[in-house]
């Protein structure tokens, strides 16, 4: 079992410019989440799948930012136009998430700068 | 609003110490309480799980208690190693929304040899 693997590990880029942050979830796990960690608000859940439907988006900060999750094995984070203030990790989980007490696996993130 | 506290923000021990970290938060509502454990540049990784109506949790060395009424939960250490410097968070499970978790900032340890 790979784990849940992130891509790319480190992303820089100029205000302005489009990013995409991916993400392949362990197989079998019918819940994807998106969390963004920054050292002032901590970890921040963004939007979570259940079965590749988005069930909360409530986390999402603005318009700026959408997330897809077009089949089981591959999710999509993206931000337009990306702003300084997007700067921070941005981590994938998922898990098989049938009870309250399923454990969450994570990737090791992508490390975001904006410019 | 529930909010999660870890006090302290950093700790540095020396091997061997018996440490504690702390947790509180404001709503006793949850479900559940975890301990996850970051090393630097990875994810997180689950330690121990409390359900809200157990009162502690032990694997090895560690070991997680709960005071629902008190708002607390502390993580117990015993026999600290140099392979124990991670960020410890806590986050709980709350009521009435049981895929969210609310996250603390973690406490950074660094257990000196």
């Known amino acids: 079992d790979a784990g849940v693997i992130q891509s790319p590990r480190h992303e820089v880029t100029e205000m302005g410019q489009e990013v995409t942050l991916r993400c392949k979830p362990i197989?079998?796990?019918?819940?994807l989440f998106w969390y963004r960690q920054t050292m002032m608000r901590g970890l921040e859940l963004l939007i979570y799948?259940?079965?590749?439907?988005?069930?909360?988006d409530s986390g999402m900060p603005e318009d700026r930012f959408s997330a897809k999750m077009p089949n089981a094995s591959f999710s999509t984070l993206k931000i337009q136009p990306s702003e300084p203030r997007d700067s921070a990790v941005y981590f994938c989980?998922?898990?098989?998430?049938?009870?309250?007490?399923?454990?969450?696996?994570f990737g090791n993130g992508t490390r975001l700068t904006v410019t | 609003k529930q909010e999660v506290t870890q006090i302290p923000a950093a700790l540095s021990v020396p091997e061997g110490e018996n440490l504690v970290l702390n947790c509180s938060f404001t709503?006793?509502?949850?479900?559940?309480l975890q301990w996850f454990r970051q090393d630097p540049g990875k994810g997180l990784t689950s330690l121990l799980l409390?359900?809200?109506s157990q009162r502690e949790q032990t694997s090895g060395r560690l070991n997680a208690s709960l005071d629902k009424s008190s708002g607390r939960s502390t993580l117990y250490i015993a026999a600290s190693q140099p392979g124990d410097s991670a960020t410890y968070l806590c986050?709980?499970?709350?009521?009435?929304?049981?895929?969210?978790?609310?996250w603390g900032l973690g406490t950074s340890l660094a257990v000196n040899p």
């Open positions: 709503d006793s509502a949850i479900y559940n």
């Open positions: 799948f259940n079965n590749n439907v988005p069930i909360d």
């Open positions: 197989s079998g796990h019918d819940y």
């Open positions: 989980a998922s898990s098989p998430g049938t009870t309250v007490i399923s454990p969450l696996h």
């Open positions: 409390i359900q809200s």
């Open positions: 986050a709980v499970r709350a009521a009435g929304n049981n895929r969210k978790l609310i």
